[in-house]
């Protein structure tokens, strides 16, 4: 149907009235999806069970890791690396998701202490609770316990303390990210240390 011109005088075309209203419900569709969420990404791959092969609840992890299709483990698993010092990294389509490295140190001190020495160099605030033992910065938990034997991360030097870092690249909000942390720190820290002899 061809655009209609009712006074000769005005050349401007005007939409004829089912074009107006189906212009209009189109509106309000994409409005309601947005609302309801539809149109938001998601998260189209299975959330692991473990953090480098260490058994951690889904619920837990599920707000750290980001949408995407496809999720990929790289790097060591703990309880089967015998290893000073371990890597593990989550990659989400290819991208870096999230991190968590072990490290069995020779150095006696807490996760609040590492955590200070990097933050004030990197001028970056920082958190951490009051025993010192569980601290972090943007994106970052770091937890210490202790541990004995060896190895050590100085070749013959006893293990002092264990360390553990986790990294997460997709956050919007520290204040947000920070107790989430912390409770895969609570739970992950104990059996991260069991596994690696500590």
Known sequence: MADQVSDPCDTTTHAPAWR?????????FSLALLASGCGAPKINYAIPSSLCDIPVSRDLLRPLFPPGDRIEFDG???????????????YVD??????????????????EERVRRFASHAHLKFWARPDGHTAGYSGSAF????????????HGQP???????????HFTSTNELRPRLEKIMDTLLPKAAHARGC
């Open 20 to 28: 107006k209203t189906v212009a209009s419900a189109a509106a309000m």
């Open 76 to 90: 060591d698993s703990f309880p089967d690396d015998g290893k000073a010092t371990s890597f593990c990294q989550y």
């Open 94 to 111: 290819g991208n870096a998701a999230l991190s968590v490295e072990a490290r069995r140190s020779s150095e006696n001190g807490t996760a």
């Open 143 to 154: 937890g210490t316990s202790r541990c004995s034997g060896t190895p050590s991360d100085s």
């Open 159 to 169: 293990a002092r303390t264990f360390a553990l870092e986790i990294s997460v690249n």
